[in-house]
């Protein structure tokens, strides 16, 4: 079956530590995005990548780390310069981020950290 | 720049009666709409999409959306709700950059 995985689905970490969160898809799609949701503020970008070895700045990428080393692979480092890093992580992929294609999005992880 | 509102981060309603959700939206260029559902602790799935040509759009579940340049609007309805419909709604707008904007979602609970 093709799609998105997220793994793990439920992350806890002490305050100061950096976490790795990752994403791997199948589709066989170029671009990839990572989405932070929090509660009645919908989902907010955080990085994007539209081809291997190259990524941007989304709208919130201050305290966020990612690589795109591999097509299938796009991993998101959340770093202790994040000042409010407990929330919903949702990695999502697209064919190649042009056109009107639509984001598939995978179960998504959700990071507690204390 | 774009940007999506989503009147009510709530809806109440009654299994069987209509369903509506509000989306208004503005771009700088001609948009892409989409509307997503997601279930508690999941991911997002697509329900339908505006590109272009006809502005009723049908998707997936018995949903349908109508995009309204006049209003900036692309309001998700549903004849008959049903309890498998309780879940969050969210509006997307795919303006300049190709980027997706969220709105922040609507909390649909079905009532008995």
């Known amino acids: 079956d093709g799609g998105i995985t997220q793994s793990p689905k439920y992350l806890f970490r002490k305050e100061g530590q950096n976490v790795t969160l990752s994403c791997e898809q199948n589709l066989n799609h170029d671009a990839m995005y990572w989405y932070r949701q929090d509660p009645g503020q919908g989902l907010r970008l955080i990085y994007y990548s539209q081809i291997v070895n190259d990524f941007q700045k989304g709208d919130i990428a201050e305290g966020y780390s990612v690589s795109r080393e591999k097509k299938e692979s796009f991993p998101l480092t959340v770093t202790s310069a994040q000042k409010n890093p407990t929330a919903f992580y949702l990695c999502?992929?697209?064919?190649?981020?042009?056109?009107?294609?639509?984001?598939?999005f995978g179960p998504g992880t959700r990071l507690t950290v204390t | 720049a774009q940007s999506v509102t989503q009147l009510g981060s709530h809806v109440s309603v009654s299994e069987g009666a209509l369903v509506l959700l509000r989306c208004n939206y503005s771009s700088s260029v001609p948009p892409y709409l989409f509307w997503y559902v997601q279930y508690p602790n999941q991911g997002l799935q697509l329900l339908l999409k505006y590109t272009t040509g006809a502005t009723l759009v049908k998707g997936i579940n018995g949903f349908e959306a109508e995009f309204k340049k006049s209003e900036t609007s692309f309001h998700l309805t549903k004849p008959s709700a049903h309890m498998s419909d309780a879940a969050e709604y969210f509006c997307a707008v795919r303006g300049a950059g190709n980027m997706l904007t969220f709105g922040g979602g609507t909390r649909l609970m079905v009532k008995p």
């Open positions: 999502a992929s697209s064919i190649s981020g042009q056109g009107v294609e639509e984001q598939y």
